[in-house]
């Protein structure tokens, strides 16, 4: 789930992602961060993002949300859809910490090569909203709470029926990088440990994904900067 810029997901993926913006470019220097507020749009200190505004984003086109067995293997999920919707809650002065609440995530046209399994009904991202943080050097993070935690169910087809696996993550986060050059915030190999399910659901399943460009779909899809 920015040109701002389970299996566990949302992040994920799984944010999903994630309520996310786009950052400075690796080769910044942070501290030479342009004067103004950590998030702006429609370029890179510019006009500041409002707290309230809506920020959004899918997936980079000709890229998937991936949730696979190793940080190195392509045994796993792959879905071609993916977006998150995120409010902004507070954005101070850069170079600062800019706070959003990822309140969607979603997940779609989702395949599996996993041995055993024969498709995939449905990736979601659980206990949705989540506190994110967007700082001035581009790190994203996504939290959850003891009684709201980072998790996501994974529903899938097999030989032997539906299963279901649920994963959690180990620091209760999912942290991404948001990159100005490309308005997106990447996250990769995000590992989520499974919570329950039968022996079909990997027992760490790595969460990668783009997504960009990041846009203020309050202030007409403008895209949204990192300071």
């Known amino acids: 789930m920015l040109r701002y810029g389970k299996i566990g997901g949302g992040l994920v993926a799984l944010a999903l992602l994630t309520g996310l913006v786009a950052a400075p470019p690796a080769s910044a220097d942070p501290s030479a961060a342009l004067a ?5 749009y429609p370029t890179a200190g510019g006009t500041a993002v409002a707290v309230n505004d809506v920020i959004q984003a899918s997936l980079k086109t000709g890229t998937n949300a991936t949730f696979y067995n190793s940080t190195s293997g392509t045994t ?3 879905c071609a859809a993916s977006s998150f919707s995120a409010k902004v809650l507070t954005n101070p002065t ?3 910490t800019a706070t959003e609440s990822l309140t969607a995530q979603s997940f779609g ?5 996993v041995f055993g399994t ?8 659980n206990n949705l909203p ?5 700082t001035s050097a581009g790190v994203v993070k996504i939290s959850g709470t003891t009684a709201a935690p980072v998790q996501s169910t994974v529903v899938l087809n097999s030989l032997l029926g539906t299963i279901t696996c649920v994963y959690r993550t180990s620091t209760n986060s999912l942290t991404g990088t948001a990159a100005n050059a490309t308005n997106s915030i990447t996250f ?21 994904a783009t997504y960009s460009p ?14």
Not at 36 to 40: A, F, H, P, S
Not at 130 to 134: K, R
Not at 189 to 205: D, E, I, R, V, Y
Request: proline share 5%; with cysteine.
């Open 130 to 134: 989540y506190a994110t943080s967007v």
């Open 214 to 227: 990041v846009r203020d779909s309050t202030k007409g899809n403008a895209a949204v900067y990192v300071n």
């Open 36 to 40: 103004g507020n950590v998030l702006t």
């Open 188 to 208: 990769t190999n995000q590992p989520f440990t499974k919570f329950s399910g039968p022996s079909l659901c990997f027992g760490t399943a790595y969460f990668s």
């Open 118 to 125: 024969t498709g995939v009904q449905s990736i979601a991202l």
């Open 76 to 78: 796993g999920i792959k």
């Open 94 to 96: 850069a170079p600062g």
């Open 109 to 113: 046209t989702c395949t599996t090569n």
